[in-house]
């Protein structure tokens, strides 16, 4: 199943996040692909709204790697932008899902290999604060 969307804001990208995460049952992946500054972040913000976290909670973790945001629902954020693809298997990433959470991968064309059954959310700037956000993998 593939959904797409157009969105003209951040706001309006976060709302689709939002919405988005709260479909997921607990131990969804999502990929997120699309190029430096067209909302990757923004998307992850919106999404940890959806569960009923404080979205300021959420920061780029480019240089922690792994961040992780708690309620009733764990959310962790991973961002693979100043990883090489072997240096990611020691994030140890395939057990991230297995605690219940909701795992979010930013830059998750630099995974090693695919993951199954991941959902991935697909990013474009469409000039000025309009995106083109494409969601693969949802189960009917």
Known sequence: MIERYLTY???ETAGIAGTLAR???PGTVVLLYGELGTGKTTFVRGFVEGVGID?????SPTFTLIQEYGGG???YHVDLYRLKSEEVDDLGLEELPESGGLVCIEWADRLPRPIGEAV???????GDDARELTIEGLKG
């Open 9 to 11: 804001s951040e706001r």
């Open 23 to 25: 479909r997921l049952p």
């Open 55 to 59: 979205p300021d909670e959420v920061s």
């Open 73 to 75: 629902t764990r959310v």
């Open 120 to 126: 991935s959310v697909r990013i474009r700037d469409q």
